[in-house]
């Protein structure tokens, strides 16, 4: 097929956006995701909750699950010191491409670095592959039946600290009941949720932040 989604959200944004300027390059996919064709971005709403958890957690090691066109990742990434670094996958090899050159245009590619495979083979790789020594953040955002699977494989991994933030998407639409059962239960997380809308509708959801406690 000619173009895709993700092709038409690149497009957009290389007329739209300033090189450089990752402020202008959320706006054009809010812009475009808004007005033309919904996209499965965080969006809006539930990014200002997610910038006011990064502000916060003001973290020097971000891990992303789930990419699609590096919308959160351009919000997140614009937020980071210049010493900090952002991981982020997408198993999406299309995706991912169109990704990349979002990214790129966004200006952050000293501070991103995608992986492109699947969260579950790629998270225990992540401690010598990048030389992680834990994450202060991770972003939770792809498929949903993977939450609880990939933060028990983080757990084990020794990828986590005490302090270590956990934010989940869409834990109400689509939905992550296991996630949210396990975490909301755990001795060993400190979970609050944060009401929003699914991006550019008037749908419920929301995001879930749970503080590891060690
Ligand atoms: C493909 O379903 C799209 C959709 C349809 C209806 C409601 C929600 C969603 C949705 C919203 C999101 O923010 C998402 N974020 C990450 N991975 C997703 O699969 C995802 C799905
Ligand atoms: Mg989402």
């Not at 900090?84 to 200006?107: F, S």
């Not at 225990?124 to 498929?143: E, G, I, R």
Request: net charge neutral; aromatic share 8%; hydrophobic share 35%.
């Amino acid at each position: 097929t000619r173009t895709s989604k993700p092709k038409r959200i690149l497009a957009y944004v290389e007329k739209h956006a300033v090189p450089g300027d990752a402020e202008s390059v959320v706006n054009a996919i809010d812009a475009y995701c808004s007005r033309v064709e919904w996209a499965m971005n965080v969006g809006s709403d539930k990014g200002k909750i997610l910038d006011r958890v990064v502000s916060e957690t003001d973290p020097d090691t971000v891990l992303e699950l789930g990419t699609y066109c590096g919308y959160s990742t351009v919000r997140i990434g614009r937020l980071l010191r210049p010493e900090a670094r952002l991981v982020t996958i997408e198993m999406n090899p299309d995706n991912a491409k169109i990704a990349k050159q979002i990214i790129a245009l966004a200006g952050l590619n000293s501070k991103i670095e995608m992986l492109v495979g699947s969260s579950s083979d790629l998270i225990p790789q992540l401690k010598k592959k990048l030389d992680m020594k834990t994450l202060d953040l991770v972003f939770l955002d792809h498929w949903k039946i993977f939450y609880l699977p990939d933060t028990r494989c983080l757990e084990e991994t020794g990828l986590l600290h005490k302090g270590t933030v956990l934010l989940a998407d869409n834990v109400v639409c689509p939905g992550t009941p296991e996630y949210l059962k396990y975490i909301r239960n755990s001795s060993r997380y400190r979970s609050e949720y944060f009401p929003s809308r699914l991006e550019y509708l008037q749908v419920e959801d929301g995001l879930e932040k749970s503080v590891f406690l060690g």
